[in-house]
């Protein structure tokens, strides 16, 4: 982003790479899918780099409102500093606070989730979807993120870009506003769970199993380490595979 | 003589009146022990928010069995509560079926209507009974069920019962009677329902049937005010709290916490942004957080009241599904019993939030507040719009601020986030690095 402020540009929008995006080494994969797509589609975006900072969601969550007014306010300081307007992020957590949070904060952006813009994108026939992921026919369940569906209403956008790969969409038992959690909200992702009977990703996973599907789709960085670590648990890792959607299109188009 | 059953009626819906008006004060003022909110923004919603979500019981029919029988339940409250008016009346006047002169034949559609609804509420009230009891539905026979709880659920059901069957025995006999021209009772016309009871009633004198008639009478009007100041002592309370509760729904996306304006102006001024209002200075910031009920808003103390500990919240909670100690119930009825204990005390001229407990530590468990996902899968569930999740988050607030009592992991977050800007510890330099592989790839091509 600097690089562009300092040639004086403006991109359309500001990819928000989140934490996971930016270190944790599986989902490092979705990010650079989810930026050769937009390459490919020729969007104007910027990312912030190192001037990114955590939103401070989990350090809210878990109670800490003065560590997660710090972050916020700061990267609010960075944003409006490059005036920025729309942000696209591919973690519902990054979406739910930047977009509901931030703005009691100063920070008022238009703030959208990468499955919606990837939806506007095939809709508006930008994205040429060739078939190529091996996805075609395949039956594929999708795994609602509680940041983006019950925290944001958000249910259809992924379940349409699925769709658009032409494959057989079979939902769990539990879906949409009644999804169960994958157990990693609310800052469960930095700590051991609390003791019980269960694991919740596992739990999760079981029914994910049961719809049969060879790919569980994501939408959320935390998701993916969940079910992707229940998959493991249940030894199903060769049959089983679980992809981020951008994955899933970048791979249909063959980049 | 004739007088006296007046004179009795009258000293008895006198007494329920005034106990009844004691309760409600009590319960207001426990509520009001919450801090204070306003929360009157978007009328319009808010009005279609209760009419669908109290009166329309839209959120129930997620579970269809069980909503179907608590739907006629529901209306038989409301409508048969026409017919108490009646009762009253003619308790007062010391006359007899008041209205039934003055409305016909639509005197008798509405007695079998009624009638009808207090077969399908004794019938619904059966097999809640038996979910409870014998079938054991799971919600209902969790931890948090044990004693109190459950007998208050069976009580409130067989009271309805029993108050059903008052109906039904005093509109048999009562028809039996006006049929032999006893006295006062007026023909109705067909009871389709009552006059199923008929042959029980038909060998007995008629005196015995006036004494039968009379006793379910008085049973049922003295049962019904009884019940009504039960219901103040009861989960029972959400029939009436149901509707303000929905008025006071939070309506911004559930993924959004509060805002916390004295944290901010703290920030603001320690990374050097001017604070645009200059804030009293001498105002009581108060705890960060909640560790007892006045920390909390009075709607969360509301939320506690109505509810009916359903278990709806707990049934889909992701934690308590995997065995962990959070229930979302429980946190609502902790609110509720430590509301309860407070008030009391001050009535006693105890020492009331003083008295050296609190929610936090002698209620609810850091261990249960640390179990949460933050999923909203409670919220959603809940049938009147409960939030058990701004609970929850608030007493976080507490532990984390005032008693640093968050788990070590946690620290180690927030370690990580002050001193890296990111949950784990990557140096902040390294954020653009997946970058370089975009990049090999697009000079590759």
């Given at each position: 982003m600097a690089e562009m402020a300092g040639k004086g540009e403006n991109p359309e929008v500001l990819f928000w790479v989140g934490c996971a995006g930016s270190f944790d080494d599986r989902y490092k994969a979705v990010t650079q899918a989810f930026v050769k797509i937009l390459n490919k589609v020729g969007v104007s975006f910027a990312v912030l780099g190192p001037e990114e900072a955590c939103t401070g969601d989990p350090a809210r969550r878990a109670g800490n409102e003065f560590l997660f007014q710090m972050q916020a306010v700061a990267n609010i300081q960075v944003m409006n500093g490059y005036d920025i307007k729309k942000v696209v992020t591919a973690c519902p957590h990054c979406f739910n606070t930047i977009k509901n949070e931030y703005p009691a904060l100063g920070g008022n952006y238009q703030v959208i989730h990468h499955s919606q813009f990837l939806q506007q994108l095939i809709n508006d026939g930008k994205i040429a979807l060739k078939g190529g992921g091996g996805f075609k026919g395949k039956k594929i369940t999708f795994h609602d993120s509680c940041f983006l569906g019950r925290a944001n209403n958000v249910y259809e956008a992924p379940r349409d870009v699925i769709k658009a790969l032409d494959v057989e969409l079979v939902e769990m038992k539990r879906c949409k506003t009644k999804g169960l959690c994958c157990g990693a909200g609310g800052a469960q992702m930095f700590k051991e769970?609390?003791?019980?009977?269960?694991?919740?990703?596992?739990?999760?996973?079981?029914?994910?199993?049961?719809?049969?599907?060879?790919?569980?789709?994501?939408?959320?960085?935390?998701?993916?380490?969940?079910?992707?670590?229940?998959?493991?648990?249940?030894?199903?890792?060769?049959?089983?595979?679980?992809?981020?959607l951008a994955e899933m299109i970048a791979r249909d188009m063959g980049i | 003589m004739s007088f006296l059953p007046q004179l009795i009626f009258l000293i008895i819906l006198g007494a329920a009146s005034f106990f009844l008006i004691k309760r409600v004060k009590f319960l207001r003022r426990n509520i009001l022990l919450g801090r204070p909110e306003e929360r009157n923004d978007q009328p319009g919603t808010r009005w279609r928010t209760m009419l669908l979500v109290a009166f329309g019981q839209q959120k129930m029919f997620k579970r269809f069995i069980p909503a179907f029988l608590h739907f006629f339940v529901y209306v038989g409250f409301l409508v048969i509560n026409l017919e108490v008016l009646e009762f009253v009346l003619d308790g007062i006047f010391g006359t007899h079926r008041l209205f039934a002169p003055y409305l016909g034949g639509a005197y008798l559609a509405a007695m079998n209507f009624f009638?009808?609804?207090?077969?399908?509420?004794?019938?619904?009230?059966?097999?809640?009974?038996?979910?409870?009891?014998?079938?054991?539905?799971?919600?209902?026979?969790?931890?948090?069920?044990?004693?109190?709880?459950?007998?208050?659920?069976?009580?409130?059901?067989?009271?309805?019962?029993?108050?059903m069957i008052a109906i039904l025995k005093m509109n048999a006999a009562d028809q039996i009677l006006a049929e032999r021209g006893v006295g006062h009772y007026v023909v109705v016309g067909h009871l389709f329902f009552s006059n199923l009871l008929h042959p029980l009633f038909d060998s007995f004198s008629s005196g015995f049937l006036v004494f039968v008639e009379r006793a379910a009478w008085w049973f049922h009007i003295v049962?019904?005010?009884?019940?009504?100041?039960?219901v103040t002592y009861s989960k029972h309370l959400h029939i009436f709290l149901a509707f303000p509760n929905t008025w006071y729904t939070r309506l911004k996306p559930k993924g959004e916490m509060e805002n916390m304006p004295a944290v901010t102006n703290e920030v603001n001024m320690m990374l050097g942004i001017p604070v645009d209002a200059p804030t009293d200075p001498v105002a009581e910031i108060g705890r960060f957080g909640a560790k007892d009920i006045n920390d909390l808003s009075w709607i969360n103390v509301l939320n506690a009241y109505s509810c009916?500990?359903?278990?709806?919240?707990?049934?889909?909670?992701?934690?308590?599904?995997?065995?962990?100690?959070?229930?979302?119930?429980?946190?609502?009825?902790?609110?509720?019993?430590?509301?309860?204990?407070?008030?009391?005390?001050?009535?006693?001229?105890?020492?009331?939030?003083?008295?050296?407990?609190?929610?936090?530590?002698?209620?609810?468990?850091?261990?249960?507040?640390?179990?949460?996902?933050?999923?909203?899968?409670?919220?959603?569930?809940?049938?009147?719009?409960?939030?058990?999740?701004?609970?929850?988050?608030e007493m976080r607030r507490y532990v984390a601020m005032e008693e640093s009592g968050t788990p070590a992991q946690w620290n180690a977050m927030f370690q990580n986030m002050e001193t890296s800007f990111a949950p784990w510890k990557f140096s902040p330099a390294d954020r653009f690095?997946?970058?370089?592989k975009v990049k090999e790839e697009e000079i590759a091509d």
């Open positions: 769970p609390e003791p019980g009977k269960k694991d919740i990703n596992v739990e999760r996973t079981e029914e994910a199993l049961a719809t049969g599907a060879s790919t569980i789709a994501v939408g959320c960085p935390f998701c993916l380490t969940m079910m992707t670590d229940g998959v493991k648990n249940k030894e199903k890792e060769t049959e089983v595979k679980v992809y981020d | 009638e009808f609804l207090a077969v399908t509420v004794l019938i619904s009230c059966v097999i809640f009974l038996i979910r409870r009891n014998v079938v054991k539905v799971p919600r209902f026979v969790k931890s948090e069920m044990k004693g109190w709880p459950s007998m208050d659920a069976n009580i409130i059901l067989v009271i309805e019962i029993v108050l049962g019904i005010l009884a019940f009504a100041i039960y009916t500990e359903c278990g709806r919240c707990t049934a889909e909670c992701p934690a308590n599904l995997t065995g962990k100690k959070l229930s979302p119930r429980k946190i609502m009825m902790d609110v509720r019993d430590r509301t309860e204990e407070v008030g009391k005390s001050l009535d006693a001229g105890g020492k009331g939030l003083e008295d050296g407990k609190s929610l936090l530590g002698d209620y609810i468990t850091k261990e249960e507040l640390n179990a949460c996902t933050s999923c909203n899968a409670c919220v959603e569930a809940c049938p009147v719009n409960i939030d058990p999740l701004a609970i929850i988050l690095n997946w970058a370089e």
